[in-house]
Nanobody, 118 residues
Framework: QVTLMESGGDLVQPGGSLRLSCAASGFTFSSYWMHWVRQAPGKGLEWVSAITPNGGPTFFADSVKGRFTISRDNDKNTLYLQMNTVNSEDTAHYYC???????????WGKGTLVTVSS
């Protein structure tokens, strides 16, 4: 059974930092591309970042490029998103998703909420 579980969401002040984690189980984590996708209140899904199975290269949406870093620990079956210099537009539910290559993002976690506010 494929399971993705995000954690690390919190209330953070503008300009602050936060690290999200996504614990994966039920599949060979090291064989898959992984993504972070977010959904701001009242808005649609926005792709944030992606990482190859072995951890590089990485890809980012223009809205987070230079501020966010994606990484993974294949020994721990865990995906990370380091968020720096956050602003109010980063307020969203953040989801990790597995990329099945053929069918796109086929499994998603339930999300973790990041709120940027002073």
């Amino acid at each position: 059974q494929v399971t993705l579980m995000e954690s690390g969401g919190d209330l953070v002040q503008p300009g602050g930092s936060l690290r999200l984690s996504c614990a994966a189980s039920g599949f060979t984590f090291s064989s898959y591309w992984m993504h972070w996708v977010r959904q701001a209140p009242g808005k649609g899904l926005e792709w944030v970042s992606a990482i190859t199975p072995n951890g590089g290269p990485t890809f980012f949406a223009d809205s987070v490029k230079g501020r966010f870093t994606i990484s993974r620990d294949n020994d721990k079956n865990t995906l990370y998103l380091q968020m720096n210099t956050v602003n109010s537009e980063d307020t969203a539910h953040y989801y990790c998703a597995r990329d099945n290559t053929k069918n796109g993002m086929d499994y998603w976690g339930k999300g973790t909420l990041v709120t940027v506010s002073s």
